[in-house]
Nanobody, 124 residues
């Protein structure tokens, strides 16, 4: 199984940017889809973005398309989520996840490994 450690959250103002990181270890990632999910208080966990490690194809939730960018660094075995033009509704705990399934399957049931979560708070 892949081990994941996510980081980079913080308290920012609306319109600011943050970059989240997800450091991986344990397995080679060529067969994996890596994703970011988020969970706001009182809400279900929701899909944010995904990237196929091999080839780099991406998928985004409509709510973040054009503002967030998912990427990975093969040499560092690390995935990133660059978040620009942040809004108060982006406030949540963000989790990275890894799974061996097709890109576009957005349910969290497909993911086998999870980071511990990093808090992002956007003030208005």
């Amino acid at each position: 199984q892949v081990q994941l450690v996510d980081s980079g959250g913080g308290l920012v103002q609306a319109g600011d940017s943050l970059r989240l990181s997800c450091a991986t270890s344990g397995r080679t990632l060529s067969s994996y889809v890596m994703s970011w999910f988020r969970q706001a208080p009182g809400k279900e966990r929701e899909f944010v973005a995904a990237i196929r490690w091999s080839g780099g194809m991406t998928d985004y939730a409509e709510s973040v398309k054009g503002r967030f960018t998912i990427s990975r660094d093969n040499a560092k075995n690390t995935m990133y989520l660059q978040m620009n033009s942040l809004k108060p509704e982006d406030t949540a705990v963000y989790y990275c996840a890894a799974g061996r399934h097709g890109l576009g399957l957005r349910s969290d049931v497909y993911y086998e490994s999870w980071g511990q979560g990093t808090q992002v708070t956007v003030s208005s």
